[in-house]
C-alpha cells in the first residue's frame, strides 16, 4: 500500500521583529508609556496648527486668569495662554532631547564599537570614557552655557544658537553609558562563530562591524535612545529652570517652571503644569525603554 498521507502544511517563520512587538505589548506599563509618549509627542506638534492663541500673543487685559473654557491652564503675567507656552515648550524640550539623544547615540556607539572590536584602542577609549565619567557633568554644562553662549548666540541667532549650544553640550556629555554597553556587546559578539567565519573568508573589518556587529548590537542601542532621551529632557529643565537655557521669550518647560517660581504662592497651578508635563514624558520613556529592553533581548522574552 502506498501512503497517501498528505503532509502538514508548514508554518511561515515568524519574524524577529514580530516576536518583539508580541513581547512588547505584554508589557502593560511599556504599552501605556508609549501610548503617553506618542500623545504627548503628536499633541505638542499639532497642537499649534489648531489652538487659537500663540505662545508669545501677549494681552495685559487677560494676565494671571484662572483657568476656564477659553484657557484650560489659565493665562500668565502678561496675559500669553500657559497651554499655547506649554505646547511650544514641548516642542522645544522634546526636540533638544532627540537632537541630544542622536548626538550621544553617535558618539557612543563610535567609541564603544572601536573599543570592543580593536583591543589596541580599548584601552586609550575606556580611560577617555572614564575621565568623561568622573566630570561633575552639571557644572560643566554651566561652564559651556558661560563660554559658548553669546559666540554661538551671535552666530545663529539667539534661538537657533542655544539649541545647537544645549544639544552638543548634553550631547558630548552623556554617550559614556552607551559606549560601555555597547563595548561590552561587542566584545563578546566578535569571539562568536559567524564572525569568525566572516573573518576567515577575508571579509574586511569595516564589513564585519556593519554587517555582523552593529545589527546585534541594536538593542542595547535602541533602549539607550529612549534613556538618552529622557535624560536630555530633564538636563535641558534643569538648566532653563537656572536661567541658563534659551531666552525668557523661547517657552521651554524648564522656563516655565522658572517663571512660575515667583508666582508659586499666588498660582501654584503654573508650576503644576510644567511639572508634570517633564514627569509624565521623562516616566513614560522610562516604561518605553524597560519593555523595549525586555522585548528585545531573547534570554528574557517570554517570561
Not at 537657533?160 to 554617550?175: D, E, P
Amino acid at each position: 500500500m502506498t501512503n497517501t498521507a498528505e503532509p502538514l502544511p508548514q508554518q511561515p517563520a515568524r519574524s524577529k521583529w514580530r516576536d518583539v512587538w508580541d513581547q512588547f505589548i505584554k508589557h502593560k506599563g511599556a504599552l501605556i508609556g508609549g501610548i503617553i509618549f506618542f500623545t504627548i509627542v503628536l499633541l505638542v506638534m499639532v497642537g499649534p496648527w489648531v489652538w487659537p492663541f500663540e505662545a508669545n500673543e501677549v494681552n495685559i487685559r487677560l494676565r494671571n486668569q484662572n483657568p476656564s473654557w477659553a484657557h484650560p491652564f489659565g493665562t500668565d503675567q502678561l496675559g500669553r495662554d500657559t497651554f499655547a507656552r506649554m505646547i511650544a515648550g514641548g516642542q522645544t524640550s522634546i526636540s533638544v532631547g532627540i537632537a541630544a539623544m542622536a548626538l550621544s547615540l553617535t558618539l557612543g556607539t563610535l567609541i564603544g564599537v572601536a573599543a570592543g572590536y580593536y583591543r589596541r584602542l580599548d584601552g586609550v577609549l575606556m580611560r577617555f570614557t572614564d575621565l568623561f565619567l568622573s566630570l561633575p557633568i552639571l557644572p560643566v554644562l554651566l561652564v559651556m552655557m558661560l563660554l559658548f553662549r553669546e559666540p554661538l548666540s551671535e552666530a545663529y541667532g539667539p534661538e537657533n544658537g542655544m539649541f545647537v549650544l544645549i544639544v552638543v553640550s548634553i550631547g558630548i556629555t552623556s554617550w559614556m553609558p552607551t559606549a560601555r554597553i555597547v563595548r561590552g556587546d561587542v566584545i563578546a559578539l566578535k569571539e562568536r562563530e559567524f564572525v569568525l567565519a566572516a573573518r576567515s573568508i577575508g571579509t574586511k573589518d569595516r564589513q564585519i562591524i556593519l554587517r555582523h556587529i552593529l545589527p546585534n548590537v541594536l538593542s542595547p542601542i535602541l533602549v539607550s535612545a529612549t534613556l538618552g532621551i529622557a535624560n536630555a529632557i530633564i538636563t535641558e529643565s534643569a538648566l532653563s529652570f537656572l536661567g541658563l537655557g534659551f531666552p525668557p521669550d523661547f517657552p521651554t518647560w524648564g522656563r516655565l517652571l522658572n517663571d512660575a517660581v515667583n508666582y508659586l504662592q499666588l498660582y501654584p497651578e503654573r508650576v503644576l503644569w510644567p511639572g508634570l508635563a517633564i514627569s509624565l514624558t521623562v516616566l513614560s520613556i522610562n516604561y518605553l525603554g524597560d519593555g523595549l529592553r525586555d522585548a528585545m533581548d531573547p534570554r528574557i522574552r517570554g517570561r
